[in-house]
């Protein structure tokens, strides 16, 4: 697909070529169309993120709650979507041992219990490419901690990322620049405050040793 297609297609016509963008919820698309046409793709997300931000709170909720769980009874019976099929795949999630498939089942019903939503990962991580399992756990036992309303939030913004990933997949756009700005980052995060670098964790506190090497870094 290309922008200038998409904002010469009738609202059907485009509306089709953004299916599937938003887990069973295609009227943020079609809303965002009505701000057509867009001057790039940056513009198009941020409309739908737009749509979204301005929906009320049951609509966030209802969008949340349209997305399978991970590793759960959608995948075991196939009905996935295609686009979360090949989301869970590429994390490796149709893939598991019998020990990870029943924690992974055993988080799914702490969230559920807690949250009232099932949990929200972009899996495919930041190149797309998914992330390893044992991370995808340890942040779903990681998030398991917060707060309703913010992992409300955070289930919202896994789910643009999602949208994103697969937006980009459908024009064909590789975000080169970010991929680059997302390396500079990695290589900062070598960098960790004794007490969290042991554990694998990252926090650097202003004028720690952790601080001042970033900063000769970015120097």
Known sequence: ITLQQLNQATLTEA?????????????IAEQALAQRPFASLAALKHAMVTVLAQASTDAQLALIRAHPELAGK???SQSLTAESTNEQTKAGLTNCTPEEFAHIQQLNAQYNAKF???FILAVRGPRGTGLPKREIIATFERRLGHPVDFERAECLRHIHRIAE??????FGFEP???????????DLARHSDPGFAEQGQLTVTYLTDAHRACEADLA
């Open 15 to 27: 509306a089709q070529m953004l299916d599937g963008l938003y887990e069973h919820s295609p009227w």
């Open 74 to 76: 959608a995948m075991v």
């Open 116 to 118: 009232g939503f099932p």
């Open 165 to 170: 990933i697969r937006l980009n997949d459908k």
């Open 176 to 186: 080169a620049t970010g991929n680059t700005v997302w390396d500079w980052h990695e």
